[in-house]
Nanobody, 124 residues
Framework: QVQLVESGGGLVQAGDSLRLSCAAS????????MGWFRQAPGKEREFVAA????????YYADSVKGRFTISRDNAKNTLYLQMNSLKPEDTAVYSC?????????????????WGQGTQVTVSS
């Protein structure tokens, strides 16, 4: 079992930066690919970024490429999402996820562990 807890969300202005963290419990964290997803009010959940178990590969949504960076520290059981040059359209609840059954993926249904989410609000 893996439990995930996000933190670091908040209210910022356009152009600002935020770093989200996802603390994981469980010894097997380092073996799982991890991802960040977001959901804005009235919209479907969308993929943001994903990272392989050893950080050897990463995926990004086109909308965040060049602005967001996903990373992980397996020694600390923590996943990160550095978000720079934030835009109002980045406003959403951001959730981290882990997959114990699939490899690195952009597909939310392939992740079987989820955190509760943290709110990010970007004002214009």
């Amino acid at each position: 079992q893996v439990q995930l807890v996000e933190s670091g969300g908040g209210l910022v202005q356009a152009g600002d930066s935020l770093r989200l963290s996802c603390a994981a419990s469980g010894r097997t964290f380092s073996r799982y690919p991890m991802g960040w997803f977001r959901q804005a009010p009235g919209k479907e959940r969308e993929f943001v970024a994903a990272i392989a178990w050893n950080a050897g590969n990463t995926y990004y949504a086109d909308s965040v490429k060049g602005r967001f960076t996903i990373s992980r520290d397996n020694a600390k059981n923590t996943l990160y999402l550095q978000m720079n040059s934030l835009k109002p359209e980045d406003t959403a609840v951001y959730s981290c996820a882990a997959s114990s059954t699939y490899g690195l993926s952009r597909v939310g249904e392939r992740y079987n562990y989820w955190g509760q989410g943290t709110q990010v609000t970007v004002s214009s």
